[in-house]
């Protein structure tokens, strides 16, 4: 049996909106997966494997980031760069979901060969985790000619993820609610592009056809990279039960608008977050944790329900088993605090005046994956690894 117990915590972010902090200073996992958490004194700390002190820090579910475009291994040809899943889990990420293996090199647009290629990236990053990362990959973008039997071919061999829709040839309402209803169908997930064309091939999707197409998330509902007009992103979070993604690479002043929309509709169970790189725009390690600062500090939302976004409710959205600090869970964590002489008087504090928090360590299904980050500004505690024990 494999025990972490992490002592000392200062707070605990659970991802809930409806209860963004837990009380307790201790956490304990067992085998990968929350086991319990409170207070130590009233807790069975003994026979630990791994111990960690906290030193005051906080404690949150590990970040996910909803909407990223991977190729193959940690290496993107789009921007020619070596290790940037490593980079992103020292921003306190520790799951990247795909909205589409876009910039693989002579990407297959044939059916046999989009399907090849989907099965193929979902089995190299399940059997492949960079640096401890869980990446789920295989997301085809749909093509015309698609049928029925191609979706369930998919999702009997595992895939369970659509890339963007709009990115292929299919660019109707009409054909992409089908193809969307049939990947549903077999329980696959699917998102779509929203707002002005991204990269060559792509077109502008509006309102009417998200409305119409009915994915499971708008991506990048404030643009990837221009935005729709307001009265269009207005009438999407009226209209939508669907996941409201707002991503790094797109319009921030979108993004704000769709906090407040989402806010006076009671809807920000419904706000998720991504980065979409790599793209043109590079790739952002810290695009969840500047995500979450800016729409803290600009969106007024407080900082322990602006990281829900980037945790509980994608992993709601999204039906995880990680992101919320829940028993049985995996016990993916971000240990964090407030930034060396950043205003604010606490981590929280200091988050929703737009600064970003020092992270200090991450963990994945238990087990530590990365200590203090070379990415984030330096902490001003840092967690420690007191023991491991065979």
Not at 269 to 277: F, R, S
Not at 349 to 372: A, C, H, Q
């Amino acid at each position: 049996m494999e025990k972490l117990v992490i002592r000392n915590i200062g707070q605990i972010l659970s991802g809930k909106l409806e209860e963004p902090i837990f009380d307790g200073d201790c956490m304990i996992a067992i085998d990968g997966k929350i086991h319990e958490w409170g207070y130590a004194k009233d807790l069975d700390c003994e026979g630990a494997t791994v111990e960690v002190d906290a030193h005051g820090v906080t404690l949150a579910p590990g970040l996910i980031d909803s909407h990223i475009h991977p190729v193959v291994g940690d290496y993107t040809p789009r921007q020619q760069q070596l290790h940037w899943i490593d980079s992103t889990l020292h921003g306190g990420v520790t799951t990247l979901i795909s909205a589409g293996e876009v910039h693989m090199p002579g990407r297959p647009k044939d059916i046999v060969g989009l399907k090849a290629m989907a099965i193929a990236s979902q089995r190299w990053y399940e059997n492949f985790r960079p640096s401890g990362m869980k990446v789920h990959a295989g997301a085809p973008v749909i093509e015309q000619g698609m049928v029925e039997q191609d979706f369930k071919d998919m999702a009997d061999a595992g895939v369970k993820l659509l890339g963007e829709v709009g990115l292929g040839t299919v660019k109707d309402g009409k054909t992409a609610k089908e193809m969307v209803g049939w990947a549903r169908k077999y329980g696959m997930q699917s998102t779509i592009h929203t707002g002005g064309p991204s990269i060559p091939g792509s077109g502008l999707i509006d309102a009417d056809m998200v409305i119409e197409t009915d994915t499971d998330v708008i991506g990048h509902i404030n643009g990837g990279h221009s935005a729709l007009p307001d009265d269009q992103i207005i009438c999407l979070c009226e209209s939508c039960k669907a996941a409201f993604e707002i991503v790094h690479n797109g319009n921030e002043r979108a993004a704000v608008l769709t906090i407040n929309t989402a806010r006076e509709l009671g809807k920000l169970d419904q706000v998720i977050l991504g980065t979409d790189g790599p793209a043109g725009s590079g790739v952002q390690p810290l695009g969840i944790l500047r995500m979450i600062a800016m729409l803290s500090a600009f969106g007024n939302v407080p900082a322990a329900e602006a990281f829900c976004f980037g945790s509980g409710n994608t992993a709601r959205q999204r039906a995880l088993d990680t992101g919320l600090i829940e028993k049985g869970y995996c016990a993916d964590f971000v240990l964090l605090d407030q930034a060396q002489h950043a205003p604010g008087k606490t981590m929280l504090e200091s988050v929703e005046l737009g600064n970003l928090p020092g992270v200090g360590m991450t963990i994945i299904d238990g087990v530590i994956t990365s200590e203090r980050s070379r990415n984030t500004p330096p902490a001003q505690s840092l967690p420690e690894r007191v023991t491991t024990t065979s």
